[in-house]
């Protein structure tokens, strides 16, 4: 399954690729982007835990950028 989300205060383009990188790690995520200008996160992932590799995500993206929201 894949989704867009909104990204709110991403500060800059270094940051962007710090939040996919990590994003990317966490488990059950086969792939993530960072669209710095746009704003956006599209991450591609298994449908059946999707809200659970959200709640993942979302920490991560705490862990990684504290300013940084992810609009679920």
Do not use: H
Request: hydrophobic residues 40%; charged residues 35%; contains cysteine.
């Amino acid at each position: 399954m894949k989704k867009v989300f909104k990204l709110q205060d991403l500060d800059c383009a270094n940051c962007a690729a710090k939040l996919e990188r990590a994003i990317a790690k966490v488990n059950g995520v086969d792939s993530a982007t960072v669209n710095f200008m746009s704003q956006r996160l599209t991450i591609e992932a298994d449908e059946a835990s999707f809200d659970d590799i959200m709640k993942e995500v979302v920490k991560t993206c705490k862990k990684t950028e504290p300013d940084c929201r992810i609009l679920v």
